[in-house]
């Protein structure tokens, strides 16, 4: 299936996932002001309904509700399963989730109930994220918090393969278009010194992608793709940054039974665009484009010279415009969204520009 025939355009202008959420989404979510259950349920449902238009106004082709119902794209996990604990990491003070108990069934549809809404609103192509399972590992499973219940990270790891799959399955029954799995986990095995911390990162590697081959292993109907982040996320959260190109992971990559990579290419270590020549060619590739770190606004033109840069060796038909990251990953985020929204009608100007160049 092309871009063309998936999407209607060439060049489709698209999200990641996170967009900034004002203070007053902020407070709902974690609790900070007190709501009861049926006003809790308004003020999200207009609060999304406001990220959908503003990414409707942008001009995007693609859409998600901005992940704010959320406590933070890892954390959803909490919402699907009992078994977590939601507390502070005692190493930094952040909100920190972390798996106590064996995982049990809590909430299968929590994340299909948001594509369900948006459905209601809009006629755009929808997008939804979960987290990858080796992510959840390497976030959630600590060695003494967790042990009770898995011994070791990869049991872990394993118990949350079915329970992502099944949310999943209810995206699919949902009508989800897009269903993307966040996995900077593998994308840092691209780093040395991340992989000089374990014993075998080729083995790592290759478990992160089985993992996400089981999630999506005979799942038709609905587009699967996996996102990629070294350095853009850790840009907006303050953290340290990773380098390193793609090539120790190629092989994992060309593995993974999904349609889609969306990868960052906007920061000087994000690797030489070479790499597309060694991907598969049946991959969609959603090039990250356009900056995330606040206030560094990327023109218009700057967006297409890096996409025409990709062009050198993919095809038109194989690009989906998109930013390098979410734009608020991890619940402390601070972005301004106004900003945010210039950043995104620069991206489809890029994308117009680009498809009035490339049009047959």
Not at 157 to 175: I, N, S, T, Y
Request: aromatic share 6%.
């Amino acid at each position: 299936m092309s871009t063309v025939d998936h999407y209607g355009t060439l060049f489709p202008a698209a999200v990641v996932g996170s967009l900034p959420r004002p203070d007053f989404v902020r407070e709902a979510v974690t609790g900070e002001r007190a709501l009861d259950a049926e006003r809790a349920e308004q003020v999200m449902d207009a609060a999304v309904t406001y990220a959908l238009t503003l990414q409707e106004e942008a001009g995007l082709d693609v859409v998600t509700d901005g992940e704010w119902r959320r406590a933070s794209y890892i954390g959803v996990i909490a919402e699907l399963a009992h078994g977590f604990e939601v507390g502070l990491n005692p190493a930094d003070g952040r909100p920190w989730t972390v798996v106590t108990g064996e995982l049990a069934e809590k909430d299968a549809g929590f994340i299909a109930r948001e594509i369900e809404f948006l459905k209601q609103k809009t006629d755009r192509r929808i997008k939804a994220t979960l987290p990858a399972p080796a992510l959840l590992g390497e976030r959630m499973w600590d060695a003494e918090e967790s042990c009770g219940a898995y011994p070791t990270r990869r049991e872990f790891v394993e118990a949350c393969v079915p329970v992502l799959r099944r949310e999943l399955e209810l995206l699919r029954d949902a009508g989800t278009d897009i269903v993307q799995i966040d996995d900077p986990h593998l994308c840092l095995l691209v780093d040395d010194q991340v992989r000089a911390g374990y014993d075998d990162p080729e083995a790592e590697a290759d478990f992160a992608a089985a993992t996400t081959n089981a999630v999506v292993e005979g799942i038709d109907d609905v587009r699967l793709a996996v996102h990629l982040c070294r350095r853009a996320g850790a840009r907006v959260r303050g953290e340290a940054l990773h380098t390193g190109g793609y090539g120790p992971i190629l092989t994992h990559l060309n593995r993974l039974k999904v349609h889609h990579l969306t990868m960052e290419f906007t920061s000087p270590g994000a690797g030489d665009a070479e790499v597309f020549k060694a991907l598969r060619e049946d991959f969609e590739i959603g090039l990250g484009c356009v900056g995330v770190h606040p206030g560094e606004v990327d023109a218009p033109e700057v967006i297409v010279e890096r996409v025409e840069r990709a062009l050198e060796y993919l095809a038109p038909e194989r690009v989906v415009l998109n930013p390098d990251c979410g734009f608020a990953p991890g619940s402390a985020a601070r972005v301004d969204i106004d900003e945010v929204y210039v950043k995104l009608q620069n991206e489809v100007e890029a994308a117009r520009r680009l498809r009035e160049k490339y049009a047959q």
